[in-house]
């Protein structure tokens, strides 16, 4: 497992990705375009995977409460402007937002903001 900052980053096995987010498949990306976890609503700073050899595929989150999803057929690594770099290993990766009760709110929980 891995954390930077509100991000977690849990290694999980092929099976372990919902059907509906293989068939709804990668989010397009520019040729070695970052690929943002997380932004700094206050910062602007983004926690931000680059691939090795540009070939990882993203799943982004359908909702701010839903895991994202990264796949990773070479490695990388998490990128961010205050924060140490953390190489990832190949394979799969469930991505986690923070979230913080929030007793006001028409839903109980929201993604944290930095």
């Given at each position: 497992?891995?954390?930077?900052?509100?991000?977690?980053?849990?290694?999980?096995?092929?099976?372990?990705?919902?059907?509906?987010?293989?068939?709804?498949?990668?989010?397009?990306?520019?040729?070695?375009?970052?690929?943002?976890?997380?932004?700094?609503?206050?910062?602007?700073h983004a926690h931000?995977?680059?691939?090795?050899?540009?070939?990882?595929?993203?799943?982004?989150?359908?909702?701010?409460?839903?895991?994202?999803?990264?796949?990773?057929?070479?490695?990388?690594?998490?990128?961010?402007?205050?924060?140490?770099?953390?190489?990832?290993?190949?394979?799969?990766?469930?991505?986690?937002?923070?979230?913080?009760?929030?007793?006001?709110a028409l839903r109980?929980?929201?993604?944290?903001?930095?």
């Amino acid at each position: 497992m891995y954390r930077q900052g509100d991000v977690l980053i849990v290694p999980i096995t092929q099976a372990a990705v919902p059907d509906e987010v293989r068939t709804a498949g990668p989010m397009k990306r520019a040729p070695r375009e970052r690929i943002v976890l997380a932004l700094g609503e206050s910062t602007g700073h983004a926690h931000a995977v680059l691939a090795a050899n540009d070939d990882a595929d993203f799943y982004p989150a359908p909702a701010d409460s839903d895991p994202a999803f990264l796949f990773l057929p070479r490695g990388g690594k998490v990128v961010h402007e205050e924060h140490a770099t953390i190489p990832l290993p190949q394979g799969w990766f469930r991505i986690v937002r923070q979230r913080e009760y929030e007793p006001r709110a028409l839903r109980s929980f929201r993604v944290v903001a930095d």
